[in-house]
T-cell receptor
């Protein structure tokens, strides 16, 4: 089955530093990858849609300069949280699809970011 | 605007009880998906329902898609502690761009006590 690997699973960083999170589709080429943020016991909140070779499309209210997304290949997308603040602490999850998702959506295992 | 209203949002039951989670919308969806998520992990797809009126079973879990494809339900029979988790319904966003985005319900946190 389709597997999406997300790394790191946990990261602690100091305020003001940047953190990069990787999302890789291991056994398929992902046309599109999505980045979500999730607060405790809440649903997933879509941050941006990432297509290989083009700029990411950000949801309303998401700062594109703060959450940099790069989708350099059909198997890798990265989310960089720049100049992190404690309020950026959250659970970040990526998902990947082929085509328009008719074959299903596969999620990464998430990254717990803590900014101290 | 497409919305998925999921209920209840929290459910705490004893082992062996039955439960039903609902996912409702005023919009028609081409399909609906159900996910289960455990703490510290990403959501895992349980099932996709595509045809109006469709019923799918996964062991003790029964999923139903409404005839009009505007709602779905998840019924768990004889719940076990291993069923504990966050259950999410989701459906593809319909739009001119057809981006493949998913619309998520608010989620149902289920706790099954031994």
């Amino acid at each position: 089955g389709a597997v999406v690997s997300q790394h790191p699973s946990r990261v602690i960083c100091k305020s003001g530093t940047s953190v990069k999170i990787e999302c890789r589709s291991l056994d398929f080429q992902a046309t599109t990858m999505f980045w979500y943020r999730q607060f405790p016991k809440k649903s997933l909140m879509l941050m941006a849609t990432s297509n290989e070779g083009s700029k990411a499309t950000y949801e309303q209210g998401v700062e594109k300069d703060k959450f940099l997304i790069n989708h350099a290949s059909l198997t890798l997308s990265t989310l960089t949280v720049t100049s992190a603040h404690p309020e950026d602490s959250s659970f970040y999850i990526c998902s990947a699809i082929r085509g328009q998702g008719l074959y299903g959506y596969t999620f990464g295992s998430g990254t717990r970011l803590t900014v101290v | 605007t497409q919305l998925l209203e999921q209920s209840p949002q929290f459910l705490s039951i004893q082992e062996g009880e039955n439960l039903t989670v609902y996912c409702n919308s005023s919009s028609v969806f081409s399909s609906l998906q159900w996910y289960r998520q455990e703490p510290g992990e990403g959501p895992v797809l349980l099932v996709t329902v595509v045809t109006g009126g469709e019923v799918k079973k996964l062991k003790r879990l029964t999923f139903q898609f409404g005839d009009a494809r505007k709602d779905s339900s998840l019924h768990i029979t004889a719940a076990q502690p291993g069923d504990t988790g966050l259950y999410l319904c989701a459906g593809p966003q319909i739009g001119s761009s057809n981006t493949g985005k998913l619309i998520f319900g608010q989620g149902t946190t289920l706790q099954v006590k031994p």
